[in-house]
């Protein structure tokens, strides 16, 4: 029998001051990376200590946030038969009854790994992904496309690309060593992948504003 299961949090970027740095075209926009860890935590509760993975999720309509805004945020995950579930993440204006769709998508259990050890091999990695891009540069392109990523987004440290993959190198930043409580992976943290991946990309798609659509 499906089981569903709801979660619900208010957000604002007085609740949540690090969103306040994640801006694109100079609006706050909760970041992809930020549903992906909500994924990841509904996913713990429902399949416990099984392993699962994520299917497919889909980026359907940015979450914009003015700066005194509050939107509520739900999660609906449907427990499916054969240890699989689909999923929506949601938000509403205070007072107000309609529900604006941010993300869809499904997950699924599954044993073990099927991760190759060898591709893990970090010095292996970064031989085969020879362009190296510094940290200031990185983030000077990303402002010319239109986001703005202010110090808790500022993670890179470089990002080295290959033929088909990429390897990147992070740290805390200091301003959000206090925040890091309460998340199985910090979205700031996370987004800070999400854009080293991106770049693999990048010149074939212009120079505009260019975020992640869809995920499996």
């Known amino acids: 029998q499906p089981q569903l299961h709801l979660w619900e949090q208010w957000f604002s970027v007085a609740a949540f001051p690090y969103l306040g740095d ?9 970041p992809g990376a930020g549903y992906v860890e909500m994924v990841f ?3 713990n509760s429902v399949f416990g200590e099984s392993a699962f993975q994520i299917e497919h999720l889909a980026f359907e309509h940015m ?10 945020v739900q999660l609906s995950l449907l ?12 938000s509403r204006r205070e007072n107000v009854k309609e529900w604006v769709r941010h993300v869809s998508g499904s997950l699924r259990a599954v044993k073990g790994s099927n991760a190759d ?9 970064e031989a085969r992904c020879p362009t190296v891009i510094e940290s200031r540069k990185h983030y000077d ?13 500022r993670g890179v440290t ?26 199985l992976i910090h979205p700031a943290m996370l987004d800070a992948y999400f854009h080293a991946a991106l770049r ?12 992640p659509t869809s995920i499996g």
């Open 117 to 125: 050890p060898a591709l893990m091999v970090r010095d292996a990695v």
């Open 79 to 90: 427990e499916e038969a054969g240890e699989r579930a689909t999923l929506t993440i949601s």
């Open 63 to 72: 979450l914009a946030l003015a700066d005194d805004e509050v939107r509520l």
């Open 41 to 43: 935590a509904a996913g």
């Open 22 to 30: 994640h801006r694109v075209q100079g609006e706050v926009v909760f």
């Open 158 to 183: 470089s990002i080295r690309i290959g033929e088909d993959e990429v390897v990147t190198r992070v740290r805390i930043p200091e301003e959000l060593r206090k925040d890091m409580g309460g998340y």
């Open 200 to 211: 693999t990309n990048l010149p074939t798609l212009g120079k505009g504003t260019v975020v």
């Open 141 to 153: 392109e990303a402002e010319a496309r239109g986001i703005s990523l202010g110090a808790t987004f």
